[in-house]
T-cell receptor, first 113, second 115 residues
């Protein structure tokens, strides 16, 4: 498809486990963003890539959260030693350039038991 | 710092009647403002975008929004609601460094359409 693709759509993990969430942006999009959306809240910014460079990671809530985009295309958000408060929908967005509208994927719903 | 406040957490209207979703913004410089819609278990879809061109912005599905600098508002309207409009709506301001459009979201307004 032509949109932003995220996998898995749903992920259940036990507290303390590590998880990895994948984002396939729209082909050719330079900018990639990760957001966290808690239940009943608006999305909150986590981190931003321009190509493979992570230019802003000010929104990552702790050092347990790590994101990468090694080849400037697919990105992975990793959460180590998950905790219950990490339960949320994680949204990925991409844009052709940083000042262009962002296109969102359907998100990964993460539940930590 | 930039922020948006959505004044209503829930709006309920009858099908065929007008829709008004209210949003006030705070920005230290000329902002870019957006409205996004989110249907259940789906991602966010851009409805419309304001970037200091015309103050009245027309979007998809019959929605429009008016930028009022004097009132720091960017309310979303639609003349006639349709059942398919039922969703969560987010008012968004761009806030970033060096041109990056880090989006700052409001808390959302849930729109319910009554038959």
């Amino acid at each position: 498809g032509a949109g932003v693709s995220q996998s898995p759509r749903y992920k259940v993990a036990k507290r303390g486990q590590d998880v990895a969430l994948r984002c396939d942006p729209i082909s050719g999009h330079v900018s990639l963003f990760w957001y966290q959306q808690a239940l009943g809240q608006g999305p909150e910014f986590l981190t931003y890539f321009q190509n493979e460079a992570q230019l802003d990671k000010s929104g990552l809530p702790s050092d347990r959260f790590f994101a990468e985009r090694p080849e400037g295309s697919v990105s992975t958000l990793k959460i180590q030693r998950t905790q219950q408060e990490d339960s949320a929908v994680y949204l990925c967005a991409s844009s052709f350039r940083s000042n262009q509208p962002q296109h969102f994927g359907d998100g990964t719903r993460l539940s930590i038991l | 710092a930039q922020s948006v406040t959505q004044l209503d957490s829930h709006v309920s209207v009858s099908e065929g009647t007008p829709v008004l979703l209210r949003c006030n913004y705070s920005s230290s410089y000329s902002p870019s403002l957006f409205w996004y819609v989110q249907h259940p278990n789906k991602g966010l879809q851009l409805l419309l975008k304001y970037t200091s061109a015309a103050t009245l912005v027309k979007g998809i599905n019959g929605f429009e929004a008016e930028f009022k600098k004097s009132e720091t508002s960017f309310h979303l309207t639609k003349p006639s609601a349709h059942m398919s409009d039922a969703a969560e709506y987010f008012c968004v301001v761009s806030g970033g460094i060096q041109g990056a459009q880090k989006l700052v979201f409001g808390q959302g307004t849930r729109l319910t359409i009554n038959p």
